[in-house]
């Protein structure tokens, strides 16, 4: 999935929080000259744009992106409440919005079912962090387009891990949502797995799992 | 489950594997395999494949030899082999009868047994071994064996050749996923030891398999032989697989307390009491060779007594110094085991013994302070210290006496334990050794 275009620069942590967990890759412009020069070679995905702060350059950014002969979609427009009046007469700026203060869950949901309609699938299907893919359509992942052979349960836990960097979870956490306690190894399974899953990542990248003293791990760096 | 399955089907797909070797163990846990192709597995994976077990040891039975080789699809690896071409496949299987019951003969299944056993009493059973072996120049039994790395001047490369097998190996089993702790040169020639950290003890024992079938692969690739044959060399240190183990209560180490001045537990102190009472009984699984006795005697580092101590070699049972304020490196080492036993029953029959020795409040002995292969039988005996079994034949008796080993294995297997060990004695005792000849043909 190609990234979708995210206003301002930075966003809001929360946003780019929620776009992360979800999965959607994302990057962050900060104008109209730099949504041209960051555009990747297929396009955005789509587009999400927060206008409470700068609503001037929001709606900007907006028109320059829709009022052309392949109106970018599908985009979705956070204003305020105040800022409900702001719409009238730019319906055609957006093909729908999301009040601030956002709700991540809402949020997720508008953008699953604008993706939906614009008929561009309802999920990405690719996790990415560094040189580091997985497909979740096909469990396949690799590193620097060397795949690894990985059993279930690793495949799963880096999943988990790699979908929320920069997070850091206990072991029961891990436990609990990559195993679902049906196994005979206990909370010290998770880091049996941890210790195979950095033995095949290579010692270039077996840092990639934190080890958060008597706490649990962390994969990466966090990107808010 | 079902992610599971797609997992496995979905990977075999993407990586164009051609051949996907079922795997499983016998009940003297040799390894056992056929291959299925990709098309097959959907299949395998439901219903699981169908095959004879009257071939296989310990898998016949009276009425029915049919049994289903049904895979676990969390063990599915590819296999690291250098022909990237047509990439193979391996996953352990669980055996079950044709009505879907688990099948008795199937050493996983005992194994998985007494996990469960474990985990009714919130225990989660951890075993990290230590596994040595020797490489030798080749199998033929019609001389003796040859150490690739000492003898000769122009051996230095040879030596070599050992130490670049075992660091291949050791890569290899880490591609497969397998954490090694660290691997060495042994102290006899030619002998190396793998030291695995620590797993569950069901995903342990495959790894155990993993390794063996892995070391002698890699071995004969090169045109040399690996075997785990407990004291293929008399005069020298014989092969064991000492194995650290512990119990974890979810994410605190039930073997740990830190008021104690061992810093055991009174789960610790159980456990251990268990193992060294039944110690005799479970000595034919954890040693179940002819064999397997030559290593256990005085003076080559093994073990000849059922006794405990810290940081001592001469004992069972040694409890190594954890480190400091290091809770979860609490464990005990137990150090009968020898690389060539059924690493599912051997955990298995070391489980039920500790459990034991917990559930019926073993009372722990004292420690032993003395080098116990400098006492005489006297001073053992005054110390009330009781050898393990000489000889499979005195293991054997020692086990079939015992209920502790009779329920952990289940009755099918137990019998046919009982049965084909006592053939194996039976075989060696019409055998004329070459001690005999040497000593007597010149005298008598």
Known sequence: MEPLLVFPDPPPSELAETLDLGGYPW????????????????????????????????????????????????????????????????????????????????????LKHLFWRTGQGTRPELVEYGDLVLNLETYQAAIAGKPLDLTYMEYELLKFLSSHPGKVFTRETLLSRVWGYDYYGGARTVDVHVRRLRAKLGDDRATLIHTVRSVGYRFGEARW | MERQQDYVMRTVEERGVRFVQLWFADVLGTPKAFSITPAELETALEEGMTFDGSAIEGFS??????????????????????????????????????????????????????????????????????????????????????????????????????????????????????????????????????????????????????LRLMVKEIARERGVYATFMPKPIAGVQGSGMHTHFSLFEGDVNAFHDPGDEHGLSKVGKGFIAGLLRHAPEITAVTNQWVNSYKRLVVGY?????????????????????????????????????????????????????????????????????????????EELLAEGIRPLPGNLTEAIAAMEGSELAAATLGEHVFEWFIRNKRAEWADYKTQVSQFELDRYLPRL
């Open chain 2, 61 to 210: 039975r009276v009425q029915e030899s049919d049994v289903l080789a049904k895979p676990d699809p969390k063990t599915f690896q590819i296999l690291p082999l250098r022909d990237s071409k047509a990439p193979v496949a391996r996953v352990f299987c669980d055996l079950i009868n044709l009505d879907g019951t688990p099948f008795e003969g199937d050493p996983r299944n005992v194994l998985r047994r007494a996990l469960e056993r474990a985990r009714e009493k919130g225990f989660s059973f951890y075993a990290a071994p230590e596994v040595e072996f020797f490489y030798f120049a080749d199998a033929d039994p019609a001389h003796a064996p040859v150490p690739l790395d000492h003898g000769s001047y122009f051996e230095l490369s040879v030596a070599d050749l050992t130490t670049e097998l075992r660091k291949e190996t050791v890569l290899i089993l880490e591609e497969m996923g397998v954490p090694v702790e660290y691997s060495q040169h042994e102290d006899s020639p030619s002998q190396h030891e793998i030291d695995l950290r620590h797993t569950d003890a069901l995903t342990m024992a495959d790894t155990v398999m993993t």
């Open chain 1, 27 to 110: 990057k962050a412009v900060g104008d109209a000259d730099s949504a041209a020069r960051l555009q990747p070679d297929d396009g955005w995905a789509g587009a999400v744009v927060v206008a409470d702060r700068d609503s001037e350059g929001a709606f900007a950014l907006c028109r320059s992106l829709r009022k052309r002969e392949v109106v970018l979609e599908p985009f979705l427009l956070l204003v305020s409440g105040s800022q409900l009046a702001d719409l009238e007469l730019r319906e055609d700026l957006f093909d729908d919005f999301c009040l601030i203060p956002m709700r991540p869950r809402e949020l997720e949901a508008r």
């Open chain 2, 301 to 377: 580092e093994a073990p000849v007594y059922v006794a405990w101590a810290r940081n001592n070699r001469s004992v069972v049972v040694n409890v190594p110094h954890s480190k400091r304020n290091k809770s979860d490196s609490t464990r005990i080492e137990y150090r009968a085991p020898d690389p060539a036993c059924n690493p599912y029953l051997a955990f298995a029959m070391i489980l039920a013994a500790g459990l034991e020795g917990i559930e019926e409040g073993y009372e722990l002995p004292p420690e032993t302070q003395a080098n116990l292969y400098e006492l005489t039988a």
